[in-house]
């Protein structure tokens, strides 16, 4: 149960966003009651909807006075129970934080406020040849804040990296209310790298207000090939021969049979082959004049590697379609599933093969659907296990399969999370990589930022271990 | 030996501490410390600072020596401890384009090692290719290459680190995407070694690509070559690097052409690609490349940009948005003063022209009192006015009595609140470095 918004607290709140941003009724805080992982349901006490920097620091100076613990929130797309918020956690979110403050292009940065969508700051950029690199999978829907608390990845960070390499400052808001700035392009000043370590803190350290980021100029040219494979290790042998070539491709996706059978059974159908047991998207970018030479390199990998069919997209809308599959994969399998675990493991990419193996195995012990449909170019798996919350008995097997892919991954020289973030979902799963010293690192320099413990508690870090055997 | 070398060498062995003579050339800014310790493992490390936690004295880390000169004074150098000994290469898998070694390797056995794969560690930071990997890590500086590929925090994948109160933190890991708990890496990458002793380090390497190519623009003048620098870094192509260089009085260019300033744009591209990219920059720039050089003489100007820091006395970082880099060469005359016109080659400027990042090199001082005095208000005066602008200034190295009065570092703001804990949580004793970095 959520405790009530007291009439003084939620005056105090309306007082600084005005009336229509407290959300405190019971109906309109469901739509809060979980993010992008639905596994986990918890209603907030109350929502704040702050529109600056300013009401940003004011609202947090009015929650701490009262000690109460903050959840910073996006547009909810994350995959992990990051913004799950308790009953007596108040969520602070972004939503109407969604301006361009000011986009120099000339410099290739813009700075925005953090609710705004990442796909919208490439539109805004794209009329001076110019975007935004990092592009998760829900880029149309989820917010560049989001994306600086899950130091978000995406199909392109296999060239181009994850967020963390492209947000150059940030003003940000702790829980005493007080307004920092960390770095900021075009000055290098010396001292602790605040921002690296602030960008995939999930929301644990404080709330960032103002982003700055650096934009590329947009790639000249674009391809885009579709391989498919009878087998999914050959598609996993076709990924390490293009990286052993010496090649770098925007982007290796791979997506699996389970996966292409859902995608094509839904109205998302992309024309794959129902019968093929892997498909591999692979999209070069660059000097137009150096494109040709690297397709066709690849293409020679992927028949030497086993593929029965490899289709190039001529043309900007054939390239969407072979695309397509890929983008709308998780879409596909929310229609043939009630419910959807997806983990998000790392391996090593010469790893790829034997994980998928395992992973296979795990899902035939425990009798689940698990579709893959993953990075190939950066190892960076998502098992899809696909269940009915309402059956108990099977919600505890994917729990034990989500463990044992984990495991798998970790034992493969991989981590538990490529890109999702821990959240809630997986900080019981954190003494997998790391030792109780690093833990205590982490909840250390946490403490720094948010001495009190009140921002986003009970994500990221499990429970410090029990002193004197007193329960923790 | 003297008691605290001999306190050491009991503890680890003689063979691994030196003193007296042997402790010159590891000075910190000038000061020699009493031991020096090369530790052959994460455990000695930990014995070390768990020693000097005892009797108080203060440590620290470095790998070869090249930059300890280099940083704000600290408070106390007691103890050197040089990763030097741990060198060793411990996984490098060619496929998963990932190289692990100890902190002490050196970044040029590093590249024999990853050529043979045709792989590359693409990063050129200052100080040559003796440097080593945890130096570079710890000191965290980029060079040109910033531009293509980021900057050592972006291709760091994982690191071992002892910590001040001896703990032995294993951060990151192998794999390119990881996002399981706060990235610490991030902290201890330009930490100057005030949170711990690197002792390992996972770096992403990069395929060999089939054409390096650098093309060098000439300009009459320092300003129209700061013109030119500023033009080309916004070429709509994503460049390995565009430098300005002007090299000091009297001196021949990179190219071992005439002195005047170069501009030097790396292309890194399949041969196709590195043609049209060629096109496209000399468009730009209204005039083809005076000299084109390709592959080994492409990386060898490149390294000559690394190696210019070499022989001078006061290296100075200045920087402002990069379409700003004309004024920031501009003010780069308020320096001219400080070096003796008459002896060694004055003043040399490299600019990293798509970050707005200038180095000053400055040869031929004559050091007096009245010299530093003067130094000192000019560098305040100057960053001053980069900070007014949204810049910063940062002495990189140079004499200890002047960088003491400047201060290496410029202002944190309202950030510096955190550092202080930042270092609390990793070294509670502040027995490494105090002082090093701003607080």
Redesign the interface.
């Known amino acids: 149960m959520s405790e009530s918004l007291t009439k003084k607290l939620g005056n105090r709140l309306r007082g600084v966003v005005g009336d229509a941003w407290v959300i405190a009724d019971a109906d309109r805080l469901l739509a809060y009651e979980s993010d992008g992982l639905t596994a986990y349901r918890r209603t907030p006490r109350a929502v704040v909807l702050p529109q600056n920097t300013d009401e940003v620091s004011r609202v947090m100076g009015i929650l701490s006075q009262e000690g109460v613990a903050v959840v910073p929130r996006g547009a909810g797309t994350g995959l992990s129970g990051g913004a799950l918020a308790d009953g007596d956690a108040v969520v602070v979110g972004t939503a109407r934080m969604t301006d361009m403050l000011k986009l ?1 292009p ?2 290739r ?1 813009a700075r925005v406020q953090p609710g705004m969508i990442n796909a919208n700051l490439t539109a805004v950029a794209e009329p001076y ?1 110019l975007y935004y690199a990092p592009d998760p999978s829900s880029q149309s829907a989820c917010t560049l804040g989001g994306n600086v608390a ?2 978000s ?1 995406g199909p392109h ?2 060239k181009y ?2 967020t ?2 492209y947000v150059t400052g940030l003003t940000v808001v702790t829980y005493d209310g ?5 770095g ?14 602030f ?3 999930e929301g ?1 350290f404080g709330i960032a207000t103002e982003i700055e980021v650096r934009l ?5 040219g674009v391809s885009t090939l579709l391989a498919i494979f009878d087998r999914l290790s050959d598609a996993g042998s076709a990924v ?1 021969e293009i ?2 070539e ?3 491709p925007a982007a290796l996706e791979i997506i699996d049979g389970a996966t292409i059978r859902a995608v094509e059974a839904s109205v998302f159908a992309a024309g794959y082959p129902t019968d093929a047991e892997a498909a591999l998207v692979i999209e070069f970018d ?9 397709v066709e390199r690849a293409v020679i990998q992927c028949r030497e590697a086993g593929a029965r069919e490899v289709r190039t997209a001529a043309s900007a809308e054939e390239r969407l379609a072979l695309w397509r599959g890929r983008k709308k994969a998780f879409g596909a399998m929310g229609q043939i599933g009630n419910d959807l675990m997806v983990q998000d493991g ?5 790893k790829l093969t034997e994980v998928l193996r395992r992973i296979g195995e795990i899902g035939a012990r425990h009798e689940l659907l698990i579709a893959n449909v993953f ?1 190939a170019g ?3 798996l998502h098992p899809n296990i696909l269940f009915d919350r309402s059956d108990a008995e099977e919600l505890s097997r994917v729990e034990l399969a989500s463990t044992e892919i984990m495991a798998v991954c970790v034992e493969a ?10 959240g809630v979902d ?1 900080r019981r799963y ?1 003494s997998l ?3 109780p ?6 909840r ?6 948010d001495p009190l413990g009140c921002m986003n508690p009970g994500k ?2 499990p429970d410090p271990p029990a002193v004197d055997g007193a329960a923790s | 030996m003297n008691p605290l070398a001999g306190l050491l060498s009991e503890r680890l062995s003689e063979a691994q501490v030196v003193d007296g003579f042997e402790a010159e050339r590891w000075a910190v800014c000038g000061r020699v410390p009493q031991a020096v310790v090369f530790p052959e493992s994460e455990e000695q490390v930990a014995e070390i600072f768990s020693v000097s936690r005892e009797e108080g004295w203060s440590c620290v880390p470095g790998g070869r020596g090249s930059w300890l000169n280099g ?1 704000q004074p600290p408070q106390g150098v007691d103890v050197v401890v040089s990763a030097e000994r741990m060198n060793n290469v411990t996984a490098y ?6 190289i692990e070694a100890q902190a002490g390797a050196e970044l040029e056995a590093m590249e024999r090692r990853t050529s043979e794969c ?1 792989q590359w560690l693409a990063l050129d930071p200052p100080g040559g290719e003796r440097g080593t990997l945890g130096a570079m890590l710890a000191v ?1 500086t980029a060079g040109p290459l910033q531009a293509g590929f ?1 900057s050592p ?2 291709q760091v994948l994982g690191a071992t680190l002892v ?1 001040g109160d001896g ?5 990151g ?12 890496l ?2 201890i ?3 100057w070694g005030t949170l711990g002793m690197i002792t390992s380090v996972t770096m992403r390497l ?4 089939a054409m390096d190519r650098s093309l060098l623009f000439k300009s009459g003048d320092v300003a129209s070559g700061a013109a030119l620098a500023c033009r080309l870094a ?5 460049l390995a690097a565009v430098e300005l260089l002007v090299p000091g009085d009297g001196e021949s260019g990179a190219s071992g052409g005439a002195s005047s300033p170069l501009v030097a744009v790396r292309i890194l ?9 060629e096109r496209v920059v000399s468009e730009r720039a209204g005039m083809p490349p005076f000299q084109r050089l390709d592959e080994e003489k492409s990386a060898a100007i490149f390294a000559n940009v690394r190696a210019m820091e070499d022989g001078a006395e006061l290296v100075l ?1 200045l ?6 880099l004309p004024e920031l060469v501009e003010m780069t005359s308020r320096l001219s003063g400080l070096h003796d016109p008459t002896a060694g080659w004055g003043m040399r400027l490299a600019a990293h022209a798509p970050t ?2 200038l180095r000053v090199m400055i040869a031929g001082m004559d050091r007096s009192d009245e010299w530093v005095d003067r130094a000192t208000s000019v560098l305040v005066d100057l960053r001053r006015s980069l ?1 007014a602008e ?3 200034l ?1 002495v990189s190295q140079g004499p200890p009595e002047l960088v003491g009065a400047v201060g ?12 202080a ?2 270092q609390a ?2 070294d509670p004793a502040s027995i490494l470095a105090p002082g090093r ?2 607080q």
């Open positions: 120099d000339e410099n940065l040849g899950e130091n990845g960070c296999l990296g994850v963390s390499r007080s307004i920092v700035e960390l900021g392009f075009g000055r290098e000043p010396g001292g602790y790298d605040l921002l690296g370590v960008v995939g803190s644990c590329l100029p947009r790639p000249e390490t990286m052993a010496g090649l770098l660059g000097i137009e004049a150096g494109l040709a030479a690297d790392t391996v090593p990419r010469s990075h950066d190892g960076n020289g991989g981590t538990i999370t490529g890109e999702h973030g821990v997986k954190m990589v790391h030792s010293d690093d833990l205590d690192a982490m250390r320099i946490k403490a720094v930022f990221v870090l | 940083g898998e060619p496929a998963d384009l990932f045709r965290g980021g925090r972006d910590t703990r032995v933190l294993g951060l890991g192998r794999v390119v995407k990881n996002v399981a708990g706060f990235d610490l991030k902290l990458t330009g930490s990069h395929p060999v690509v916004q070429t709509p192509l994503q591209e399949s041969v196709d690609a590195a043609d049209e990219a970082r920087s402002l948005l990069p379409s700003r707005g990042v900070e949204g810049g910063s940062v290496a570092w410029g202002e944190s703001g309202s950030s510096a609140l955190f550092s804990g930042i949580a990793f970095l701003a």
